[in-house]
């Protein structure tokens, strides 16, 4: 897919690929700005370049990275914008919309419409919990997920839960292997394991952490995190063998406690990206709050 940015880039737009160079760049900007969605976390933007041709632009202040194989232009890092400037910015780039605004410029930029069609889809709303809740799994929302942890405990009196480090990449790989065949090879599937791939490859440079659990040696469900912004980690990979029962709920469950202790209060496990099953399993963990996005379409000029 050919777009106007991609043309753009050859062209004098000054866009260039995201190369693991730019993290600092990254991570500075989503930090300082305290933008809380997984979308613009370095290490989603990194292990997804080869397949979406992440490009990115630093000017003024600002830092703009544009999907060129989805043909999406992220909302702008930096200060905000008028909503006028946005919009001028957007033409001057060749962007028909902007993606992945965030829901407190919305509310601060009164006179959005009058430049914008402004529109959300619930698809895209990321799923953030509350550590504590999820370490606790107390009271009556809990109870079916206390029931699955301790089935699992019971089943599998031998688990083990370990930090995960660079070591243990070969250990992540083969159970996501193991994932990608039960799901069954498709083109956003192997999207998804090339991505995991390249991230095990370089977990340490790229900062990353993680929680594994463990039955009779083997490892048979893991979470990879990759920082975050403020008390806020986020969750970038989750992979499970499908075949041993109950075991999520135990991982998840662990997950909240070792969270807390590393100072984050809160998690983001991203999108549902409108799948039935993924939704209702994200919301069985009933989340503290949805972080809530948009696209703003440009209007024609009068």
């Keep these: 897919m050919t777009s106007t940015l991609d043309r753009g880039a050859v062209t004098g737009l000054g866009m260039a690929p995201v190369t693991f160079e730019d993290r600092e760049l990254v991570t500075r900007y989503t930090r300082d700005f305290d933008l809380q969605s997984c979308m613009y976390n370095f290490l989603h933007i990194f292990t997804r370049t080869r397949s979406y041709r992440f490009l990115r632009r630093e000017e003024g202040g600002r830092l703009y990275l544009y999907n060129s194989h989805l ?31 965030p829901e407190r410029y919305i509310d601060a930029t009164p006179d959005l419409a009058d430049h914008f069609e402004v529109t959300t889809l619930p698809a895209e709303d990321e799923y953030i919990y509350d550590n504590q809740a999820i370490a606790e799994m107390a009271g009556g929302l809990y109870s079916r997920k206390r029931e699955s942890v301790s089935k699992f405990k019971r089943t599998y009196p031998d688990h083990a839960f370990r ?28 999207y998804e394991f090339e991505s995991i791939q390249l991230a095990l490859s370089q977990f340490d440079a790229l900062g990353l952490s993680g929680l594994g659990l463990y039955v009779e040696g083997r490892l048979v469900a ?14 970038s990979y989750e992979k499970y063998d499908r075949d041993i029962r109950d075991c ?39 989340p503290a709050y949805k972080l809530r996005q948009f696209i703003l379409t440009l209007k024609a000029l009068p």
């Excluded at 930090?163 to 599937?189: H, P, Y």
């Design 71 to 101: 043909d999406k232009l992220y909302y702008p890092l930096g200060a905000p914008m008028s909503a006028a400037e946005l919009a001028r910015t957007a033409r001057q780039l060749g962007a028909s919309a902007i993606h992945f605004a």
């Design 163 to 190: 930090v995960l480090g660079e070591a243990d990449a070969d250990d992540c790989l083969a159970l996501t292997e193991t994932w990608r065949q039960q799901k069954g090879s498709n083109a956003s599937i192997d």
């Design 222 to 235: 893991y979470d990879i995190f990759s920082g975050g912004v403020g008390t806020l980690a986020s969750c």
């Design 248 to 286: 999520v709920p135990a991982l998840r469950q662990a997950i909240g406690k070792h969270l807390l202790e590393a100072g984050f209060t809160h998690m983001n496990f991203a999108r549902d990206i409108d799948d039935d099953g993924l939704r209702a399993s994200k919301s069985s963990y009933h």
